[in-house]
């Protein structure tokens, strides 16, 4: 697939979630230093679900797309040391929707990952953990949610 499908499609994307898109939700290219915009790259930011120890917090994400979307998943990533069982130290999520050998599909929208990351948020997958921080989660509960709260808080919403 060439860069023009996937600056196609990303275009298409971008109509569509200014016409529709979670509250709260902020999700949008790039924009170069010249005023142009960078259509591969978004910068997002993601509410925590209300009633979870998430709730308050906005949450930067960045969506790095290949020129071989939407064949291939965008790279999706919080800030490196993100506190979550399935974010990589460097800030990439573990997610099967982003994985192309588990639930990728090209028909998977900028919003459905989105809504997915959200959701991992409040419900991660111990089962497939990216650090060590799953270990409080299985094991010291009160440890994991105070980091998660203050992580929060680092986070909340202007």
Not at 65 to 92: C, E, I, L, M
Not at 119 to 146: M, S, T, V
Request: glycine share 8%; charged share 25%.
């Amino acid at each position: 697939m060439s860069g023009g499908m996937a600056a196609a499609r990303l275009a298409e994307e971008r109509k569509a979630w200014r016409k529709d898109h979670p509250f709260g939700y902020v999700a949008k290219p790039e924009v170069e230093a010249d005023g142009s915009t960078n259509i591969v790259k978004w910068h997002c930011k993601l509410p925590g679900k209300a009633g979870t120890l998430w709730e308050g917090g906005m949450f930067p994400l960045t969506l790095e797309f290949s020129h071989d979307y939407p064949t291939k998943p965008p790279r999706v990533k919080f800030p490196a040391g993100f506190y979550h069982p399935n974010v990589f130290p460097q800030g990439d999520v573990c997610l099967s929707i982003l994985n192309p050998q588990k639930g990728w599909r090209p028909s998977i929208t900028v919003k459905q990952i989105l809504v997915g990351v959200q959701g991992l948020l409040d419900e991660p997958n111990i089962e497939d953990p990216a650090n060590e921080c799953y270990r409080d989660f299985k094991r010291n509960r009160p440890q994991y949610d105070k980091t998660v709260k203050l992580q929060t808080k680092r986070y909340a919403a202007d």
